[in-house]
């Protein structure tokens, strides 16, 4: 079955992203990140549903890659483990993974031999991350984004977090303890599950042009769509990790720093860990081999045309 795994790289696009959940209906898995667009699927229905996303107005066709059976197993492996992302070994993507794949199950209609694939990388990727990239450093954009903020405020000092997803989530949980966090986002619901799970403060969505007059900010909102003018910001420290940023016409005013500045900042911590990394990118190897001979699925009747797909 392995073999008929097919994954296709594609730059990251939220446009592209939206066009292909209309039309996977459970037949791929769909994954974007600050980095790139993943297509995960078995034979060519995930160059098809490629193609009906370009013919719908995307333009993309010669911007990706493609891999097939263990190279599939192996770049999605590597992913996972953090070790394609700038920021070598960042655990984030694990979420971004989880988050994805509950979007593939809610379709209803999720391929069954797709889960399978899933549910046997989150273990072996769990199994090489406990052995190999342990204690590697900073390694989240949320420790950075932490750390740049320490620099410049004292304890108590108030952050405005813009953004209600895991990335605002694994900030405020490292950091509530040190600063007076604000949250502001759009999903009300989500926003009182941080307010009660961190005893948070919030600003409400509809208030949102008061963003303007805060000194520390981190954004971890991704959308091309224009959030605030222009004008009239206060800010001492704007970390952004929005991609695309709505914010990112700030990038010339001090204090600011994007994701690119992030990347940066971890490539620094990156220097002293390529040992560990190596070991896990050899441990990934092994594994992929391993789940050659030991990749076994039961598929019930009807099923078996979706390997001919």
């Not at 078995?42 to 193609?51: G, M």
């Not at 769990?126 to 900073?138: A, C, Q, V």
């Not at 600063?179 to 009660?196: P, T, Y």
Request: glycine share 6%; proline share 2%.
């Amino acid at each position: 079955m392995l073999e008929r795994l097919k994954l296709i790289n594609s730059r990251p696009s939220e446009e592209l992203e939206k066009t292909l959940q209309c039309k996977a209906h459970g037949q791929v898995f769909i994954l974007r990140t600050c980095q790139r667009t993943l297509v995960l699927g078995f034979n060519e229905r995930p160059n098809k549903i490629l193609e009906s996303a370009f013919s719908a107005g995307n333009h993309f066709s010669d911007l990706y890659e493609e891999y097939v059976g263990l190279e599939a197993y192996e770049f999605l492996l590597q992913t996972i483990c953090g070790l394609k992302s700038r920021i070598l070994g960042e655990n984030e993507i694990v979420h971004q993974f989880k988050e994805a794949y509950g979007t593939f199950l809610a379709q209803g209609s999720a391929n069954r031999l797709i889960q399978n694939v899933l549910e046997k990388l989150f273990k072996d990727a769990k199994e090489i991350r406990t052995k190999h990239l342990r204690n590697i450093g900073l390694q989240t954009y949320a420790g950075i984004s932490r750390k740049i903020f320490v620099e410049r405020f004292k304890p108590g000092s108030q952050i405005l977090v813009l953004g209600s997803g895991q990335l605002a989530e694994d900030f405020i949980k490292i950091s509530h303890r040190r600063f007076d966090i604000i949250i502001c986002a759009r999903n009300g619901k989500r926003v009182k599950e941080l307010k009660d799970k961190f005893s948070i403060k919030s600003l409400p969505w509809d208030k949102k042009e008061e963003i303007k007059g805060h000194e520390a900010i981190l954004n971890t909102i991704g959308t091309k769509e224009e959030l605030l003018s222009h004008n009239s910001y206060a800010f001492k420290v704007f970390v952004d990790l929005g991609e695309p940023s709505p914010f990112a016409f700030l990038r010339h005013n001090s204090g600011y720093h994007s994701l690119d500045d992030i990347f940066l900042l971890g490539k620094t911590h990156s220097e002293n860990k390529n040992q560990k990394v190596q070991m896990a990118m050899d441990a990934i190897t092994e594994k992929t081999k391993h789940r050659q001979g030991h990749f076994i699925v039961r598929i019930p009747n009807g099923w078996d045309e979706l390997l001919f797909a």
